[in-house]
């Protein structure tokens, strides 16, 4: 076991514990690949490659990362890569960020059904945005979104919530005009009141919900009029949505995106200790005046928690909707950043994304980039070959 003077790794305790968890515990065959792929990161399981200076002479071995997405190590370039993306879809408007979150009481229903629930959640978040942006009332156009699902809190219990990039505002439905919402004395710094959008998401979510119960394509034991009784205990619960002030142009916005696109239950660099069976890491109390803690867990419940945060195979937990739509991206969205820029709309700043290294510089002479010489096979291949 490590001790809490040593640097302590996700990776360590699934490597320490992870086959006796799988053997014990019997959890999916989704967390059992998670388990296995996060023991393996950059290690020789997964092989290697040799990068040599040319200039010096010096060699380098680079273990294969595991590359999975729940995986602390393996996200740095994966986000790098999707916020270069993400630079080109800028529109020249202030943006909001709109978080939208479902009762606990229905955490042991999300957890029964994962990837039809965390679709509604998508689904829901993202008619709400829309409806609204589409009322006359409020906006009166086409309105866009990019939705990113989180299902944890600090201390890894179980919190499904959506962090929702919304450009403030609209294009009109004619594709002439960017409408800036309506019920604002300073137009470009309100979006939509917390409560309208509150209560819209609750409405079609619940009503969503009922369809999947009466569709039979939802996993519970509850008879049909106790889920009546469930969901009506539901529906009289306070919903929990809100909006932050927007961000002061497209630079914070990739800044942000940034910290939120790409993050996983927990980083390597919160887990302080391994001792002794227990796990102990730093978390911030949202309850307490947001202060600094310190919470140790038996090694097995720490193992629970964080595979319960592990997404069914193939789900996308990062989507579009909108004018930011794959199918709209070509004319809705360009049509927009045409119109944004030529109402001289200052907020034009992009660069902001710092490029990862494509080439490894000798950590010896400092002179060249290194050249990979020899690629070593992985152990895992080797063994399971015939």
């Known amino acids: 076991m490590r001790n809490a003077n040593t640097t302590v790794s996700l990776a360590d305790i699934f490597r320490s514990y992870g086959q006796d968890y799988i053997r014990l515990m019997k959890p999916t065959p989704a967390q059992c690949k998670v388990i296995r792929a996060i023991s393996h990161c950059r290690t020789e399981a997964l092989g290697a490659d040799v990068y040599r200076c040319p200039s010096c002479g010096y060699e380098h071995v680079v273990f294969h990362s595991c590359r999975d997405r ?89 919190h499904p919530h959506l962090h929702c990039v919304v450009p403030g505002g609209s294009l009109s439905f004619d594709g002439n005009r960017w409408l800036y919402p309506k019920k604002s004395k300073r137009r470009k710094k309100f979006f ?78 919160r887990i302080i200790a391994f001792e002794n069976d227990h796990v102990s890491f730093f978390w911030r109390d949202y309850r307490d005046n947001n202060k600094a803690k310190i919470m140790t867990l038996p090694l097995k419940e720490f ?42 709309n200052k907020n034009k700043s992009y660069t902001v994304i710092k490029t990862y290294p494509t080439r490894l510089l000798c950590p010896c002479c400092h002179k060249q980039a290194m050249y990979r010489v020899q690629y070593i096979m992985p152990v895992l291949a080797m063994i399971r070959s015939p």
Not at 87 to 97: G, M, N, R, S, T
Not at 243 to 254: D, H, I, N, R, Y
Not at 305 to 322: A, D, E
Request: some cysteine; charged content about 20%; aromatic content about 12%.
């Open 70 to 158: 729940h995986c602390p190590v393996c996200q740095f370039t994966a986000r790098e890569k999707w916020l270069i993306a993400r630079k080109k879809e800028l529109i020249a408007v202030p943006y909001f960020h709109v978080v939208f979150t479902v009762p606990e009481l229905l955490n042991s229903l999300i957890l029964n059904n994962p990837e039809t629930l965390y679709s509604l959640l998508f689904k829901a978040a993202s008619q709400t945005i829309l409806k609204l942006a589409a009322d006359k009332k409020h906006i009166g156009g086409q309105g866009g979104l990019l939705a990113i699902l989180h299902t944890w809190c600090q201390n890894l219990s179980f």
């Open 192 to 269: 939509v009141h917390v409560d309208v959008l509150s209560d819209l998401f609750k409405k079609i979510y619940l009503s969503e919900l009922k369809k999947l119960y009466d569709k039979g394509k939802l996993t519970t034991i509850a008879a049909s009029d106790d889920f009546r009784i469930y969901i009506n205990q539901i529906y009289q619960q306070r919903w929990v949505t809100y909006c932050k002030a927007p961000f002061g142009g497209a630079a914070q916005v990739l800044e942000y995106l940034g910290r939120y696109t790409h993050r996983v239950a927990i980083s390597n660099r």
């Open 303 to 344: 193992m629970r928690r964080f595979l319960m945060h592990v997404l069914p195979n193939g789900f996308f937990k990062i989507r579009y909707f909108g004018l930011l739509s794959s199918r709209n991206k070509n004319k809705l969205l360009a049509r927009a950043q045409k119109i944004t820029i030529h109402h001289g």
